[in-house]
């Protein structure tokens, strides 16, 4: 678990203060959260500087500022699909935004640029009084808003048609969720009551009140939750025995059967993980849902509902938790507090559990009504093809009924049935022809042998010649004397049969030296992880608005079951013999490594790719990045192949990074070697490996010298980071660099490791020390390698129009990790300048390349 304060996220007054920040909500591609404050306006941002802490500050500025509302903004909700934001306010107003895509980014008010642009789609008045929460349900078909009218207004999802007023309540609505199968709405109000919905009349079918009548009336919303199976509400501002509770109501007689303790004050909001769990096997190995819940204590707890227990709580405020929200994949928790700030938790694979699949979590909804939407045809051609699949299947069944009534016609082979045998086939196998040896013996006693030529038994007279045993057929490898890498064989006669060559009648023991190359590094021994019962990843495609896909692969005693998910419909499904050790996939292909050792690789469609391809070993360890798959086997070989091409790019032992550290070796003295592990290991899309130890040392494997290359380790602070999306990056978590020795290393790493990103930030900071030790040299060969040759072209073209990384001769590449190097060159010569002794050298190196600019310019305009 990662907390983080999200000090760039605010809403400010005109003198600059922060105001309260009612609502944030994440976007459902998890690429961006909305925010809503008292300064009536609504704030898009990145999610990006939250899962990398080293992104450019441009990142952590609003993506664009929303401004309508003439009140503060207290609640804004994404639609499923994303493609809508509604956001209610205390002017009494809701606004309907959609993303322009074809819009002019315009300056907001605070004039900055808005990098999206969003317009109001449409307004929808009606509420006489503050609008305090926003619900969609989960078909995007309708958007209930509540508010301190004590009214529910039911708009069209699509139209925002007014459809129905619900007015039963007698206090301020503070919180509305619908139910996942579709078939409720569930409000929460100021009268202390929790109100359920029928959506098929609109009429209410139950009213609950005994968890609120002793639970406080200050609180500022009472934002409630549906659970991702349908089967409980988490509700808010609960009071037992006068300690503030979160009730969990049952669907199943609307009960309140469990209450979550552990907060001081009432609480204020509570919001499920869309994900349901497997728990872990030190809490049983139960489903269970995962619930986050915030209070005016200003803390946030998070909870497994099935166990009643608290995973963790924590203080991140100075006031009041308003809002809560989970990205789509169950991974991060956003929170906003009235003190205006905003916090992020991000919680590592494994935390909850195993991820219950989407057919599973759909077969349990199904109990409560929930069907799975119709596949319809959408054109005549669907239907004509249906059609004609129909007749042949026909077609085929009257031709097995007539096969197994004896009318079929023509004939089969005949086939030998059990006990039968088969004749046999006369094989040639070619086997080298062994001929007697000359054997002599000198005058000091010693005996001679002549080698004599193997034939390669390609001649008619070598085929089928068996090979005769000869004197000496019995080996046995002894140790060397003198302590160097040979193997020493003996041979040791036995009596000669008729088929062995006439012995002398006394032979003496003969000992023949052969040469051998000793290995360098013990085999590596990993262990190969034991079979789980349910394996998933979650494949996020970018490709022309592809909805996420996830991927199940389900153990069973003899096999595992394959299937692939998207929202609520099953693409397709796999059967394999054996139980699997490794799931992976990126948009690019599936990978399943089974226990036999088996490797199995789909598309994302569910084609199969490859037939069974067979490894050395099951893989201990497995992972993909692009159109790249990374195996580490048993003995620790690592292959990278191009599923792509269909090709190997990268084999290679790990062997030699499993080795302990000379000091630890001399410290253990005779006593057992200490083991040295992978903690950390991905591929990059790149196809670059990139593999963590147990000694926190980071590798990347570099594709040019073909060599393991150390990236990071603990005496520096360097650590790896990988993404969902093998985007892996590298990471300085120390206070500051030390030495420039230390930042030359992590500019290096980053040109290993192929992260254009890092590089441009490393390659700033070295021209900030540079500039700082007045390091004159270093910077003057720095701008040389920067600024390359004057008379090559800053981007080459080739004719084709693609940009080449170096000119015809290849004696100078223009960029780097993609990036023109002169363009570099221009960003970091006002760094240089600031030392004023460098000034004569930054001088020259700016006209230089202004030279070239203004000569490649002129060269565009023909003139």
């Given at each position: ?172 609505v503070k919180g509305v969720a619908w139910d996942p199968v579709g078939k409720f709405l569930a409000s929460q109000s100021d009268d202390k009551s929790m109100k359920i919905w029928r959506t098929s009349d609109w009429e209410c079918e139950q009213t609950i009140r005994e968890p609120y009548e002793q639970g406080a009336s200050t609180t500022y919303v009472r934002r409630l939750s549906w659970s991702p199976d349908g089967g409980n509400i988490v509700t808010t501002a609960g009071e037992s025995g006068s300690i503030p509770t979160a009730c969990l109501i049952e669907r199943d007689g609307w009960k309140s059967q469990h209450t979550l303790v552990g907060h001081q004050d009432p609480v204020e909001c509570a919001v499920f993980n869309p994900i349901i769990y497997i728990s872990p096997p030190t809490h049983g190995e139960q489903r269970s ?575």
């Open positions: 678990m990662i907390i983080s304060k999200l000090d760039w996220v605010q809403h400010l007054t005109d003198k600059g203060k922060r105001t309260p920040i009612y609502s944030v909500h994440v976007h459902p591609d998890g690429s961006k959260f909305a925010t809503g404050g008292q300064d009536a306006k609504i704030r898009l941002w990145s999610m990006a500087p939250i899962d990398d802490d080293q992104v450019d500050e441009e990142e952590r500025q609003p993506l664009s500022t929303l401004v309508n509302h003439n009140g503060s903004v207290l609640c804004v909700r994404w639609n499923p699909d994303g493609k809508f934001l509604a956001s209610g306010s205390d002017d009494r107003m809701i606004v309907i935004w959609e993303h322009d895509v074809a819009g002019v980014n315009r300056g907001n008010l605070d004039g900055a640029i808005n990098l999206e642009t969003w317009r109001p789609r449409k307004i929808l008045p009606g509420h006489e009084s503050d609008v305090i929460d926003l619900a969609w349900s989960p078909d995007n078909e309708f958007l209930a808003s509540s508010g301190c009218d004590s009214k529910i207004f039911i708009w069209s999802g699509s139209t925002f048609e007014r459809i129905r007023v619900l007015s039963q309540h007698e206090g301020f849902a995962v619930c986050a819940v915030g209070s005016q204590d200003s803390q946030i707890s998070i909870w497994w509902t099935a166990i009643d227990k608290s995973l963790t709580q924590v203080k991140l405020f100075d006031h009041s938790v308003l809002d809560l929200s989970w990205s789509y994949d169950g991974k991060f928790l956003l929170a906003s507090s009235f003190d205006g700030n905003v916090a992020a938790i991000e919680f590592e694979g494994g935390e909850f559990g195993t991820p219950l699949s989407t057919a599973d979590l759909q077969n349990t909804m199904s109990a409560y009504g929930f069907k799975r939407p119709a596949v319809v045809a959408e054109s005549a051609m669907q239907l004509e093809l249906e059609e004609v699949n129909a007749v042949r299947e026909k077609e085929a069944a009257s031709t097995r009924i007539a096969g197994l009534m004896g009318g079929a016609s023509g004939s089969l082979e005949a086939r030998p049935g059990p006990g039968v045998a088969r004749p046999a086939a006369s094989i040639a196998v070619n086997v080298p022809r062994i001929t007697t040896q000359t054997e002599t013996i000198t005058t000091s006693g010693k005996k001679r042998i002549q080698p004599t030529f193997l034939s390669s038994g390609t001649g008619a007279g070598d085929i089928g010649t068996p090979m005769p045993r000869t004197v000496h057929d019995d080996i046995s490898m002894s140790d060397a004397s003198d302590g160097e890498n040979v193997s020493v064989l003996e041979g040791r006669k036995r009596k000669a049969s008729l088929h062995d060559d006439e012995p002398t009648a006394k032979q003496a023991r003969t000992t023949y030296v052969l040469p051998t190359i000793a290995p360098l590094h013990r085999p590596a021994n990993l262990l190969l992880p034991s079979v789980s019962d349910r394996l998933h990843v979650d494949i996020r495609s970018k490709r022309n608005g592809e909805d996420a896909r996830g991927v199940e692969c389900r153990n069973q005693d003899h096999g595992c079951r394959i299937s692939c998910t998207t929202g609520t419909t099953r693409l397709w499904q796999e059967s394999l013999p054996k139980p699997a050790l490794h799931l992976v996939g990126s948009i690019d292909f599936v990978a399943v490594a089974c226990v036999d050792g088996g490797l199995h690789v789909f598309s994302i469609n569910g084609w199969r790719m490859f037939p069974y391809l067979l490894l050395e070993t099951p893989p201990a360890y497995m992972a993909s990045g692009g159109c790249y798959l990374m195996c580490i086997s048993a003995n620790g070989n690592l292959t990278v192949w191009d599923i792509s091409k269909a090709e190997e790019k990268i084999s290679t032992s790990i062997a030699q990074l499993l080795r302990p550290e000379i000091s630890e070796l001399r410290s253990v003295g005779t006593g057992p070697i200490p083991a040295v592990s992978i903690v950390g290991y991905m591929v990059k899309p790149e196809g670059l490996p990139v593999l963590r130890t147990s000694l926190d040392e980071t590798f990347a494997w570099h594709i040019g010298m073909k060599a393991w290359v150390k990236v990071g380790n603990r005496d520096q602070g360097i650590v790896l980071k990988a993404t969902h999306d093998g985007a892996g990056t590298i990471r300085y978590q120390g206070e500051q660099m030390i030495s420039m020795s230390e930042i030359e290393t992590m500019l290096a790493s980053a040109l290993v490791m192929r992260s254009p990103k890092e590089y441009n930030m490393w390659l700033k900071r070295y021209a900030r020390k540079l500039a700082d030790e007045g390091a004159e040299s270093k910077a003057k060969e720095l701008c040389d390698f920067l600024l390359g040759p004057m008379n090559r072209p800053t981007i080459a073209v080739n004719d084709q129009g693609l940009t080449q990384t170096s000119d015809h001769m290849g004696s100078w590449p223009s960029v780097v990790l993609g990036i023109p190097k002169r363009d570099c060159l221009l960003h970091i010569l006002p760094i240089l300048a600031k030392n004023r002794s460098l000034q004569r050298l930054v001088s020259q190196y700016q006209s230089a390349v202004e030279e070239i600019f203004d000569g490649e310019r002129l060269v565009m305009l023909g003139v």
